[in-house]
C-alpha cells in the first residue's frame, strides 16, 4: 500500500513548506515549492555553508560551539571542520551536543532508565537554555535553507516567499505540547516567524514516527495489505527510537494502531556505554586523558563497522610507542573484544526488541511486518540482532536502503502534504477535576464526608476531587474528532467570571475509569491549561436551594486530540443556537 498521487496544489499563491528535523546527533531540512495547480515536489537540502564533501543524503551535526562570552563560534555543517576540537580547546569554547534531550519530557518518577539518560547526558553550555540553543539552530537552518533555495531556484524565489513560510518542526513521539511550546517560542526567538496568531499557526508539530511513515509511504515502500495487518516503524535515530504501528484504511488514509512509544536507547547511547568503558580501564593510567580520543573514534568509526562479536576491534589513538599489554595497549591502538562492543550495542537492541513486542501486543491490528528507519538503523549489528529475535516470532523486518536518514524531513514534509494518517490513539487519559454535590446515599461520598465543603456562591455541600474523563486512554481518535467538556462556574461577582482556566488533567495510572483524584493523587498531572475569554459570553444569575445569589457561566470546553497538536475551543448557546468561541491552550512554563 502506499499513497495515491499526490494532489495540485489548491492554495492561489506560491507559498514555501520548510521542514527542519533537529535531531540529537544530526539534523536535516526538506522543502517544497508549493505553486498554485502543480504537484508539490519534496526536495532535501542537500549542500551547506562550510561542508567539505557533498553527498546526496546529508543530515548535519546538531553542534554548536560558543565562546566564554556566549556567542556562537561554530554551528552544524560548519562544526565538521578539521581539527575544531582542538581549535575549542585552544579557544576555550564550549561545546553544545546532544542539547535536543535536554528538552524530553521529564516524568514524575525517577527510575534507572531516567537516571541513565541523565547521566549522560552532557551539560547545556552555562548560562544557555535550552530554548535559545534551538533558538540558535533554527536560525543557522533557515539560513542554510536559504542560501540552498536561493542557489537552487534563484533570490528572487526566496525572497518572494520568505515572508509566510509554512513550517513543519519534528520532534520525538514522546514529546507532547510542552515541548511543542518551547519549540514554538525557539522558532519565534529565532525570527521563523512573526509572535502573531498567524505567525505561531505557521509552526507546525509531527512526531519522528509519523513523518517516517510518511517518508516510507512517499518513496513507495511496499507497506503491503496493511489492511488485514498492520506494519510498525522503528525510527532508531542518534538520541531515541520511535516506534509507531499503523494500518490502512480503505481510503488509503493510515490509523495509529497502538500507543506511539519513545525510549531513549538511540545510537548516541551506545557511544555512551563505551566511553563508560574506556573510563574505567584507563582511569589511574597515563591513557586517561585520551577518553576523548577514544570515544570519539570509537563514534565515527567502530560502531558504524561494528557486524561480527568473534572479531577484535582496534581504534588508533596514541603514538606508535605507547604500550601497555595488561590494558590491550599496542602501538597507540586500543583492542576492543568483539563482544565488549556488543555490549555497548546489546541494552539498544534488547530495548528495541521489547518496544517491538510491546508494540505487537497492544496493537489493535496484528502487526506483521517491521520497518527499521533512521541513522542507526544503518548498523548492520543492530539491524541482524533484531532481525533474529523478532522473525522467530511471525514478523518479517526489513529496511529502506536509500537515504534512511533524511527519512524524517522529508516524511515531516509528506506529512503535511498528504496527511495520510487520519486516526491516532489517546497515550492517556484527559480529564478535569471536578466537584460533586453530596450526596449522602452514595457509599464513596459517606466515605469521604469528613471532606465536604460549602461551595463559596451555592452554599451547597459538595464534594471536591472527582475527576470527569474526557477521552479515555488508547481510544482511536480521528482527527477532526471533537471532545467536549461540560465547564460550569460560579461566582458572586460577574467579573470573576470573565476569564476562565480549566486545567485538563492527564491520569497516568492504572485504574481503568478513574473517578476520585484522592484515591490516586500523585498519577495526575496537569496536561495543559485551556483559558478561554469569557467577556462576551451569556450569564446567568441564579438562586441556590439555601437562597444563595450568584453568577454562572456554562460552556463546552471542545478538545481536538486527534491533530499532531492539542488544540481548544469552545461552545456556547446563545438565543437557542450554538456558537463557538476561542479558547487557548496553555503548557506550564511555556
Ligand atoms: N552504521 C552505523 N552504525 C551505528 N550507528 C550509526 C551508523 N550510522 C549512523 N549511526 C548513528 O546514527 C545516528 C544518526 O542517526 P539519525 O540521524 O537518525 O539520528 P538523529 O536524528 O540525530 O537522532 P534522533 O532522531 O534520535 O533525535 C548517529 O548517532 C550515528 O552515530
Ligand atoms: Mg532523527
Known sequence: MSLPDRKK?????????????????????????????????????????????????????????????????????????EGIEQDAEENGWTKAWWFKLHLRPKPQTTSASVRQVD?????????????????????YLLECAKKYISD????????????????????????????????????????????????RSRINFVTEGEASLHFCLSNGLALANTQQSGVLIVDAGGGTVDLTAYCSLPDYSFE??????????????????AKKFFEKLLSGTRFSDDVETLTMRFDRNTKHVFRKDDEPHHIQFGNHRDRDPSLNIRGGRLTLTGCDVAKFFEPSISCIVEAIKAQKSAAHVPIQSV??????????????????????????????????????????????????????????????????????????HRKRGHLVEIHCATREPVLHEGFSTILPKDTRVRTSQEFRCSFSRQAVERRSLNCLRATILAY??????????????????????????????????????????????????????????????????????????????IYEGN
Open 119 to 139: 547521566e549522560a547526558l552532557p551539560p547545556l553550555p552555562p548560562s544557555k537554555t535550552v530554548v535559545q540553543l534551538f533558538r540558535d539552530y533554527m536560525k
Open 9 to 81: 496544489y489548491a492554495g492561489d499563491t506560491r507559498r514555501l513548506l520548510l521542514a527542519f528535523d533537529i535531531g540529537t546527533t544530526f539534523s536535516g531540512i526538506s522543502y517544497s515549492i508549493l505553486d498554485p495547480g502543480i504537484i508539490p515536489e519534496i526536495r532535501p537540502v542537500t549542500r551547506y555553508p562550510c561542508q567539505e564533501h557533498v553527498g546526496g543524503d546529508s543530515k548535519i551535526p546538531t553542534v554548536i560551539y560558543y565562546d566564554s562570552a556566549g556567542k556562537i563560534c561554530a554551528i552544524g555543517a560548519e562544526t565538521l571542520k
Open 256 to 273: 495509529e494502531i497502538a500507543i506511539p512509544q519513545c525510549h531513549f536507547q538511540g545510537a548516541a547511547f551506545v557511544t555512551m556505554r
Open 508 to 585: 497516568s495510572g492504572l485504574q481503568k475509569s478513574p473517578v476520585w483524584i484522592d484515591s490516586d493523587p500523585l498519577n495526575y498531572p496537569t496536561a495543559c491549561t485551556v483559558e478561554v475569554d469569557t467577556t462576551s459570553l451569556p450569564v446567568q444569575m441564579t438562586t441556590s436551594a439555601t437562597g444563595a445569589r450568584y453568577f454562572e457561566i456554562s460552556f463546552e470546553i471542545i478538545l481536538l486530540f486527534g491533530l499532531t497538536e492539542l488544540q481548544a475551543q469552545i461552545a456556547y448557546r446563545q438565543n437557542g443556537q450554538e456558537k463557538r468561541g476561542r479558547a487557548q491552550v
Open 371 to 444: 520497518f527499521l528507519v533512521g541513522g542507526f538503523s544503518a548498523s548492520s549489528w543492530l539491524f541482524d540482532k533484531v532481525r533474529e529475535r523478532i522473525e522467530p516470532l511471525g514478523l518479517s523486518v526489513s529496511r529502506p536502503d536509500a537515504h534512511v536518514n533524511k527519512a524524517v524531513s522529508n516524511g515531516a514534509v509528506s506529512f503535511y502534504l498528504d496527511s495520510a494518517v487520519t486516526s491516532r490513539v489517546s497515550p492517556r487519559t484527559y480529564g478535569i477535576s471536578v466537584y460533586y454535590p453530596y450526596d449522602s446515599s452514595d457509599p464513596d
Open 152 to 199: 537552487s531556484h534563484g533570490q528572487t524565489v526566496w525572497t518572494s516567499l520568505q515572508n509566510n513560510i509554512i513550517f513543519v518542526l519534528t520532534h520525538p513521539n514522546g514529546w507532547g505540547g510542552p515541548q511543542q511550546g518551547q519549540m514554538r517560542q525557539a522558532a519565534i526567538q529565532a525570527s521563523l516567524v512573526p509572535n502573531t496568531e498567524d505567525g
